[in-house]
Nanobody
């Protein structure tokens, strides 16, 4: 079965850390760029960051720059979103998606992504 499955979400206090995983099955994740998104209740889906396929360069939206890191482990066919210094406004359902681009990567929610995960809830609260 071809799918992406996120895991690692949960409840964390402000200032804490979480690492989300995005495990691929049925296809080789190394052939794709990876993007992460989040969607809070009542808000539109927001791009968080992405990791390119060819050179592993990363790009982030301003609000998470310096706090979030996208990475991948090709041997495990898994991508990650390491989140540090979490804030209440980071509370959302987080999604990963796989896509292909000529160069670089994108976290534009309207891009035609090949695969989407089902999402994992992250709640930042004291």
């Amino acid at each position: 079965q071809v799918q992406l499955v996120e895991s690692g979400g949960g409840l964390v206090q402000p200032g804490g850390s979480l690492r989300l995983s995005c495990a691929a099955s049925g296809f080789n994740l190394a052939d794709y760029a990876i993007s992460w998104f989040r969607q809070a209740p009542g808000k539109e889906r927001q791009g968080v960051g992405c990791l390119s396929r060819r050179d592993d360069k990363t790009y982030y939206t301003e609000s998470v720059t310096g706090r979030f890191t996208v990475s991948r482990d090709n041997a495990k066919n898994t991508a990650y979103l390491q989140m540090r210094g979490l804030k209440p406004e980071d509370t959302a359902v987080y999604y990963c998606a796989a896509h292909q681009t000529t160069i670089g990567c994108t976290y534009n929610p309207t891009w035609p992504y090949y695969y989407w995960g089902q999402g994992t809830q992250v709640t930042v609260s004291s």
